[in-house]
């Protein structure tokens, strides 16, 4: 067998490196990788911008439902509110950094329709249209995830490609049957998209069982939202694997040991620990109440897991998923703080008057959640502009 031959060394600008040397007359010159990078990045600005729409439009029929001044005063986006916060905003922002993770052109299309869906949601176009488009996100993301499953096989993203499968199915239970039956599908998809991120970017110190420990919960937590569709009281067992599975998160995450640390890392444990304890909040209400148990409960239920845990997340992780969707650094800064702190403070207020029947106090809360996500949102923005 012939000797290979090591490949010669350049120094960068030398007349004989690969990046200096002259290529044939007609030959297309690559662009160096980070202006390829940045010019990825300004593609997939559209997607982002469709997703910043839907978090818009989804806090202002956030107003709506709380029955107080609101941008724009329109019933149906009240009504169509839940689907236009987790399918429009959240399912575009997920789907596309796993469309990222895929690099392939195809897959681009699943945030894209999520993000049509909830502007048609919200236009004078039949409400049907933008559900059909969220089914057809729905269907798009699941292949996305096969293809990443079978890229990796392995149980984090077999619980992921599960998480796509709750929100197809999430998205087809809205179009056949009605918004809140879809409601326990789109908690699964939220809960175990985030948890399987988080098993995954502490997989160091979780090991190798959390990944099997994860599919077991996410198996239980799917099982248990099938029942809910035939048996009264399944949406109780619903909130039992919802209270274990945010237990068994904050039980193992490493962030509990990093509150004490000091800059980024206690901002992002104590987002963390936040976001486990209203997601164990939520499921033990629901375990108890039931979904329809009262007003109160459901509200508690509904903006525990996709306000309290969802967001508390998004807010967490933002200075790491952010830049690689975005292509531009978001640096932590102290600023972080504040939207997270009223978020929570929010939360407690609107949780105190949604159980204890205190009008007033729900609505100041509601509204206080609200003005951290745009606070979040103008902060996050500035720091990449300046970043």
């Known amino acids: 067998m012939p000797t290979p031959v090591p490949a010669a060394r350049h120094r960068p600008g030398s007349p004989t490196s690969p ?9 297309a010159i690559p662009a160096p990788p980070d202006a390829a990078r940045r010019r990825d990045a300004n593609s997939r600005l559209p997607l ?53 993770a895929l690099g392939r052109s195809w897959a681009y299309l699943a945030p894209g329709l999520y993000g049509a869906g909830a502007l048609a949601l919200l236009s004078p176009a039949p409400v049907r249209l933008g559900q059909l488009l969220h089914v057809e996100a729905g269907v798009l993301f699941v292949a996305v995830y096969i293809a990443l499953w079978r890229r990796a096989p392995r149980p984090l993203v077999a619980v992921q490609v599960l998480s ?22 789109l908690i699964g998809f939220v809960v175990l998209t985030i948890a399987a991120e988080r098993a995954e970017l502490a997989q160091l110190v979780m090991g190798l069982r959390a990944d099997r420990a994860l599919l077991a919960l996410s198996a239980a937590l799917t099982l248990a939202i099938l029942a809910a569709l035939v048996l009264p009281l399944g949406d ?29 890392r206690r901002y992002l444990a104590v987002a963390l620990l936040a976001g486990y304890l209203d997601l164990i909040l939520a499921g033990l209400v629901l375990a108890s109440f039931g979904l329809y148990g009262g007003t109160g409960a459901y509200d508690v239920i509904v903006h525990g897991v996709f306000l309290g845990f969802a967001i508390s997340m998004v807010m967490a992780h933002a200075p790491v998923i952010l830049p690689a969707v975005l292509g531009r650094p978001l640096p932590y800064r102290p600023a972080l703080w504040g939207p997270l702190l009223l978020l929570h403070a929010g939360l407690v207020l609107r949780f105190t ?10 609505q100041a809360g509601g509204v206080l959640t609200v003005i951290a996500m745009l606070a979040f949102l103008v902060t996050a923005v500035a720091l990449v502009v300046h970043g």
């Open 19 to 27: 990046a200096t040397r002259a290529a044939p007359p007609g030959t």
């Open 48 to 100: 982002v911008a469709l997703g910043g729409v839907s978090l818009l439009c989804g806090l202002n029929a956030g107003l709506v439902r709380l029955e107080v001044w609101a941008p724009v005063a329109s019933q149906r986006a009240g009504d169509v509110h839940g689907l236009v916060m987790v399918l429009g905003f959240l399912g575009t922002l997920i789907s596309l950094e796993r469309a990222q």
């Open 164 to 185: 796509a499968v709750l929100a197809l199915g999430g998205a087809l239970v809205a179009l056949l049957l009605d918004i809140p039956s879809a409601l326990a599908w």
């Open 236 to 264: 109780r067992l619903v909130g039992v694997a919802l209270a274990v599975t945010g237990g068994w998160l904050l039980r193992h995450d490493v962030v509990r040991h990093q509150v004490r640390l000091p800059g980024q």
């Open 353 to 362: 008057g949604a159980l204890g029947g205190f009008t007033a106090a729900w």
